[in-house]
């Protein structure tokens, strides 16, 4: 489980770092725009998003049944199924292989699953280096952080941050701020990998059942690389991801692209379906798929919050998000940042551990709007807001009730009182207008640090209204 | 004449009461009988975003009763309204009150949204030419779907001139106990709100949520920038005297 | 109960919802006449750094050879079968055939080769996409490895979108071990958001447009 971090303060950090600021508010300008610029007509992102959201609900429905007909399918094919209900339990299926492959090293391609796992420190403290071969992966890995969005893991850095690293970390560069050398040096360190490494790490978009098929969504060719290099690939993924059939996957990976980088595809889509069949030149001889509960089906009980399950991991929800364009993705201090960690992270690990975060949000309805299943991120947030404060017991997710404050208690108390009852309403109207120049600012709190205190009218428009009806 | 209930709102109600009693004065302008209940207080949406549900629908009931005649509810804030519209359902979803919040829901409008679609406004303007730079609120935009209802009134008035900021359709920052909670990130992007706000070179900065209105001519006012602020409906009024 | 079956049991529920229905004519609608398809499938696909040499069925030998002459290719490797033959004879460069295991060369094809051949299974042409299935005979690294990917690709093999193949083709009934769809040379933006080419894959993606 992770750890609680502060998010509060760590937001407070973020927010003063101008650099931060404006590395992101730029590239969430541009991922916005590019979004934008794939859905012009209105109508046809309606639709889609009906469609797609319409796929996910289908594939939750029948999850179990789906499940199963994918391990069958994969066996049938060849791929060696494998189930963990925890990130320990993938881990050591993971090693298990590895080691009986006697790897020393392995290659991985983009998975934020195996970021749950915290895969890679696992594997190094049993001496297998497992290195990062997606760029921006590559650069979080060599500078001991963590990816601070789920698409574009080194967003955070700037031109001058990367160039300055690979001066620094990989032996024989030089300062260069150009992104071509840049990309050629990474190519350069990581074509030698993709050659040597004895397994192959990669995470999967969609599971098909139908079929056994692994789909892999990817630009740069390091997905293919991990999964057809190394003579042993592993796929691992969230029990959510699987589909009913082939036919589901071209609507999901439509409006996928399209949300998150604003591509109407990406260079490469990659549907694998067996390890490597008799006569064939390459490929890995051996093919594994780890599917990891880590909670989500405790979220699958509860019919409120299964929404939460038909995420397809494009981001959109945090390049719209206003609180994640200021602070980005560190703050949160969880695998996945913006709005689909502040839904996921408190229930995959307990409100009492990852709930602070659900007060970051002003309910704009920003993230629900681009979300291209409609996942209602927003009614979500209010639902677990609801869980983080209730006190009957009578919740479903983990740390149900501990952001309870006492204090605060007292004062929706009161407000309920107080709104209840006209009379005591009147009266608070009353007192407040008469009184309004003795308020004083620090009674609004932090509110008046950063505003003018607002000005309590003379009369209430209750008064207004009863003057002119008599 | 039709007959409307008016929902004033609690914020209106104690901080811009002149608004409230413009957005009544427009409705009966245009051939509204307007009805406001005297025990009516507030939707409940702080104490629901907040997470505490069960004061926010015992509220919730006591105030839905005092709308039972068959009128079209009104609010002039696209955040109320959209509080009784779309969570008040939600919120008494398997009680008893369930079915009284879905009908009232059916009837429930933004004042500009109403103004337009069910009174068929027209506005003579009689002011002098003025530029206003408008916000428009989340919850109008998103929850409401009337994002574009205050530009279109604003734009019948001949003599104003209408601008929107950069970074339009994002929040400024209000989110009501959001702000309290996460008074930092609040800030900034109240921040980034208001100089967005005085960059479109308006005489005037005009809104139609008062949460909204509260929060940037606060900031406005704090940073020093010289940029008064009206209520969309107090704005509205004024102008057609 | 091994973590399986608690999975599973964790995941029955007693209702099933409803299933909405799946209304796949927001993709099925979009049809283009043959004109249309060409034109769709090349603009998209050079808006991604793709190149599209057109040509004949009938020439695309001799424009293969062109090509491989003025890229001053020095090296081709190619897959073994009809249109490969034809390609090999084609080309004035010296040609490799990819016809051993990959253990037995990795270490030549990912220092020296500088160009690959595939043929194509077909195209699309909503997104300037082509499809690919390697095989025993085109294996997978052929369209990877190399910093050069030229593929043939017939015209009359071009489909209007993803969704339609995958409706019409009967793909479910036997997958090949990769199928691939490929939109231009491998890139990133990983780094300041400045698209980059060929970071692990082809630095270009050359397609004969056979018509």
Known sequence: MNTAVNFTDAAKTALKNPTLRFNFRQAMDSLRERRAAQFPDQDELERARDLAGAIRRRSLNHLAEKLVQLESQCQKNGIQVHWAETPAQANEIILEVCQRHDAKHVIKGKSMVSEECHLNDYLAKHDIEALESDLGEYIVQIDGETPSHIIMPAIHKNKKEIAELFAEKIPGVEYTEDVDTLTAIARKVLRSKFETAAVGISGVNFAVAETGTLCLVENEGNGRMTTTVPPVHIAITGIEKVVPSLSDVAPLYSVLTRSATGQHATTYFN???????????????????????????????????????????????????????????????????????????????????????????????????????????????????????????????????????????????????????????????????????????????????????????????????????? | MRDIYYFGTCLVDLFYPQAGMAGIQLLERFGARVHYPQEQSCCGQPPFNSGFRDEAQNVAIQQLALFDQPFDLVVPSGSCAGMIKHHWPELLKGTDHEARATELAARTYELGEYLIDHLNVTLEDQGEPTTVVVHTSCSARREMGVAEQGKTLLGMLKNVTVEVPKYETECCGFGGTFSVKQPEISAAMAEDKTTHLAAAGADRFVCGDSGCLMNLSGTLEKRGIQLDSSHLYDFIWERVQ | MSARDRILSRLQHDVIASDNEIDLSVHLDKQFDTQEKLERFTEKLESVHGEIIRCSENDWTQTLARVVDAEQIENLTLGLGALPDQAADAVSCAVRRYDADIEDWKGQLFSDVQAGFTTCRGGIAETGSLLLWPSIDEPRLLSLVPPIHIALLFAKDIANTFTEVLCTQNWQDGMPTNALMISGPSKSADIAQVLAYGVHGPKRLIVLLAE
């Open chain 1, 271 to 470: 549907m694998i379906s067996s390890p490597r069949r008799e006569g064939e030149r390459d490929g890995p001889q051996e093919v594994h798929l780890v599917l990891l509960d880590n909670g989500r089906s405790k979220i699958y009980q509860d019919e409120r919050m299964q929404d939460t399950l038909k995420c397809i991991r494009c981001g959109a929800c945090m390049n719209h998000c206003p609180v994640y364009t200021r602070i980005g993705g560190h703050a949160y201090g969880t695998v996945y940042p913006g709005p689909i960690g502040q839904i996921l992270n408190p229930q995959q690990y307990g409100i009492d551990q990852q709930g602070e975060m659900l007060s970051a949000c002003s309910l704009n309805g920003a993230c629900g709007e681009a979300c291209p299943v409609r996942i209602p991120i927003p009614s979500l947030i209010s639902e677990l807001r609801h869980e983080a404060t209730r006190n009957d017991q009578a919740g479903t997710v983990y740390g149900q009730g501990a952001l309870r404050k006492l204090h605060e208690a007292v004062v929706w108390g009161s407000w309920k009182w107080i709104h209840r009852t006209p009379w005591a309403y009147k009266a608070m109207g009353l007192a407040a207008t008469r009184l309004r120049r003795l308020v004083p600012s620090a009674a609004m709190g932090p509110w008046t640090k950063t505003r003018v205190k607002p000005a309590l009218a003379e009369k209430t428009l209750h008064e207004l209204m009863k003057e002119r009806e008599s």
